[in-house]
């Protein structure tokens, strides 16, 4: 919102510096992006009275004029302007003048433009005559008047006079943030009740009454609204013998400061009194509104209808059409027709001055693609009770400027007139959330300076607020009105009471130290989208009917390749290192912990589920399923899960049948892990084994446990007996690990794996495993006797178990 602080002062007394104005307005809660100050860059421009006009000798598009800059002789200049007359008063730039710029037909220059004398096709030109865009206007704002050639000054100027004091173009504008939820401050007087209420002075309001009113507006026109949910209120003046001309200065000035364009007396003042209260007015030609009759109506379905930009647009049956007794005249809130367009000749004019539904104009602004000032207001929220003091606010500057002659009275339809219901706000409540201690009466003070209405007793106020303060509906509020009157900068700055304790969530823990260990195992981390193709689980060999395929569908994905939500990490994964592959990197150890989301396909209705994925995968020299395995085992140790077991898997197709383990713990499934196919590979262009291991994530988390228990050094040595099985082929390792801890009581300490062989001297379908049993007890040494004995126990289950038998060592 641009507030020209000038125009302001129309309204409230500004007794400070444009800084500390702006200061004070920041901390009562009024946000501004920049102060434009006007008038700054034109140095040495002077009004001139061009005396005599003379044709250039040498030149048809050029003139010699002879100007009067108060000097004793008038100063010779040259200019190629067609709008200049003799006993028009001008801008001139003498020689050694400075100017914002452009020049005509020229680009901006930073820092303007010096004016010097020179010669134009041998003629002396001793300055320049100005246009309005040359002094630094910007072309949406200058005049129609004056939007070619030079700029022509109304009324009658010393000769000599400064240009910027004449016009009173000097002037600060401030550019105000105005948040959604204020659209009251989308008006000067809004804001004058703001700059008011915070340095505590009056606020006046505008003059709306008409001193002659001839005939009645009720002759001339009839409203009926059949839409009252879309149109709440619809109020029409009439003015009559209007004489269309150019605006006075002082008009055409603010509606310049503030942001548009002057075109004429009728449509600036609509214009300026919009800007005034923040209510889009429009006027009519009422020559072109048969049946003398305004109705307030939906569109047909359809329905054709050109608007004053000269567009036809094509309406369906929910936006909102202002018509006569057969045909539109207006889109409701957004822009006139062509059909009822001011002319030149116009004589009589409809003042309409309505209150639209914000919901279904910004609807039909969005369908059309039409956006303009009033429908970005309407769009906010106004209040309908501001219609007719700005309709008699229009029809008094009309009579006050000569425009034409004001009909008395008005149409005014409304329905259900807007009512504020009262608030209770507590005095004690105030103070405890602001965390200050003022009284009752400042409280009411602050409130009554924003025109709301204070009764009851005690600590209990009743508020009402004015109609046009939409965003105050609860007890905090009005709790805010009061800090941003005390003064945010006056706010006291406390610690928070309480002891707080900050704790991280157990998810984020876990996830922070598995980064941190497979980093120091040697593995990078990356990171994938989460968008992914319904593609990659085909090329990891997933069957049909998987929980893997049950995707969550993006609604308007940017391509078939990031149409879908990841269900697994493994496709992703395998993307990195087949690029890093084919970047002939020799070998690469890389990990990815991430979100998972899969559809609800039982219940559409129901939200997809998400969950977090922890993805490692490894190819290179080095790199077998056993160095995974490793690393998986490490990482699972570090979170407190131990006791792993490892189920061979030979079904699922991302795998080597023969290289594929299923990872469980405590009979829950934890992940999946193996061999990358051979085919798999092959599809993400890897030329050499590659292993990778997924687990759920969400599923370690329950499981873990990180809490670090002291346990004192033994005090009793230990002693150790290895073991060589031969054991069938199909006897897995963790088979046997899990008899001899069952078997070995509370004297054995560790089981570990130290040879697999397979070779001459073992029979076909036979393996050796060996392992390293070590034995201990906290209380004592043990004797040969207790070892050999339990030893002797745990051989022959294994016996028993897996017809497992003693290779000698």
Not at 377 to 393: F, M, Q, T, V
Not at 407 to 426: L, W
Not at 561 to 571: A, D, G, I, Q, Y
């Amino acid at each position: 919102m641009l507030v020209p602080v000038e125009w302001l002062k129309d309204y409230t007394d500004v007794k400070v510096s444009v800084n500390e104005f702006c200061d004070r307005m920041i901390m009562s809660g009024s946000n501004l992006e920049t102060v434009e100050y006007f008038g700054e860059g034109i140095e040495g421009v002077v009004v001139g009275k061009i005396e005599k006009i003379e044709k250039h000798p040498d030149a048809d598009k050029l003139v010699v004029c002879s100007v009067n800059v108060g000097q004793e002789e008038p100063v010779q200049i040259v200019t190629g302007a067609t709008n200049v007359f003799e006993g028009a008063y001008v801008p001139v730039a003498l020689h050694g003048s400075h100017i914002p710029g452009p020049l005509h037909g020229q680009p901006k220059t930073e820092g303007g433009v010096k004016i010097k004398k020179g010669k134009l096709r041998g003629v002396e030109s001793f300055g320049m005559l100005c246009s309005a865009g040359e002094l630094g206007l910007d072309d949406k704002v200058v005049p129609i008047a004056h939007r070619d050639g030079i700029w022509i000054m109304e009324g009658e100027y010393t000769p000599g006079m400064d240009f910027v004091e004449a016009t009173g173009l000097k002037s600060a504008v401030v550019d105000f943030e105005i948040t959604p939820n204020r659209p009251d401050c989308l008006a000067m007087i809004g804001m004058a009740r703001e700059s008011a209420a915070t340095f505590g002075e009056k606020l006046r309001y505008p003059d709306t009454k008409c001193e002659k009113e001839e005939g009645n507006a009720k002759d001339h026109i009839q409203v009926e609204i059949k839409r009252p949910d879309l149109c709440r209120r619809y109020v029409a003046r009439v003015v009559t013998d209007v004489k269309i001309a150019q605006s006075p200065w002082w008009l055409q000035k603010r509606l310049i400061f503030a942001g548009m364009r002057p075109i004429n007396n009728i449509v600036d003042i609509t214009n300026f009194v919009m800007l005034e209260y923040g209510q889009p007015l429009h006027a009519f030609d009422i020559r072109m509104v048969e049946g003398a009759k305004i109705v307030v109506d939906t569109a047909e379905k359809g329905e054709k209808f050109t608007t004053l930009d000269g567009t036809e647009r094509t309406l369906n049956d929910s936006m909102l059409l202002i018509k006569d007794a057969k045909k539109g005249v207006a889109l409701a809130g957004i822009m006139g027709g062509l059909n009822s367009e001011i002319e030149s000749d116009t004589n009589t004019v409809l003042i309409e001055s309505a209150n639209f539904n914000g919901d279904n104009i910004r609807a039909t602004s969005k369908k059309l693609t039409l956006r303009t000032e009033a429908s970005s207001r309407y769009e906010k929220g106004i209040d309908p009770n501001l219609c007719e003091a700005a309709a008699d606010r229009v029809c008094r500057l009309i009579e006050m400027l000569g425009a034409g002659k004001v009909c008395k009275g008005s149409v005014d339809v409304y329905p259900a007139p807007a009512v504020h219901k009262p608030v209770d706000v507590r005095v004690d409540r105030v103070n405890s959330v602001l965390g200050i201690n003022i009284s009752r009466e400042q409280m009411t003070g602050y409130f009554e300076s924003l025109e709301m209405k204070v009764e009851g007793e005690g600590n209990i106020m009743k508020v009402t607020p004015p109609t046009i303060r939409q965003d105050l509906e609860t007890e905090v509020d009005y709790i805010e009105e009061v800090a941003r009157l005390y003064g945010y900068d006056k706010m006291p700055v406390t610690i928070p009471a309480g002891n707080v304790q900050v704790t991280e969530p157990k998810v984020r823990t876990l996830r922070d130290m598995a980064r941190e260990i497979l980093c120091g195992l040697g593995a990078n981390e990356i990171q994938t989208y989460s968008f992914v193709s319904p593609k990659g689980v085909d090329n990891i060999r997933i069957a049909e009917d998987s929980w893997e395929r049950a995707f969550v569908r993006i609604i308007n994905p940017l391509g078939e390749e990031n149409s879908v939500m990841r269900t697994v990490l493994t496709p992703n994964m395998l993307e990195v290192l087949g690029r890093n592959y084919s970047r002939n990197l020799p070998a690469a150890r890389a990990f990815e912990i991430g979100n998972t989301f899969m559809a609800n396909l039982t219940d559409p209705e129901e939200l997809p589920s998400e969950q977090d994925a922890l993805c490692v995968a490894a190819y290179g020299e080095g790199e077998t399923f056993y160095t995974l395995k490793g690393i998986v085992v490490e990482l699972l140790n570090n979170l407190g899960i131990r006791d792993l077991e490892f189920t061979a898997e030979s079904e699922y197709g991302v795998y080597h049948p023969g290289r594929c383990a299923r990872i469980s713990y405590n009979g829950e499934e934890l992940g999946i892990m193996g061999e990358i196919h051979p085919d798999v590979a092959d599809k993400y262009g890897i030329g050499t084994r590659c292993y990778c291991c997924e687990i759920l994530f969400e599923a370690v988390v329950r499981n873990a446990n990180v809490e670090k228990a002291y346990k004192p050094l033994p005090k009793f040595p230990a002693t150790s007996r290895d073991i060589a099985l031969l054991v069938d082929e199909d006897v897995q390792v963790g088979t046997i690990e899990k008899i001899i801890a069952e078997n070995g009581g509370d004297i054995l300490e560790n089981v570990k794996l130290f040879d697999v062989y397979r070779g001459k001297q073992v029979a076909e379908g036979k393996k050796s495993v060996a392992f390293t049993l070590t034995y201990r007890a906290s209380d004592r040494t043990l004797t040969d006797e207790e070892v050999s004995g339990v030893h002797a126990k745990v051989l022959k289950q294994l016996e028993e178990k897996t017809k497992a038998t003693l290779r000698e060592m």
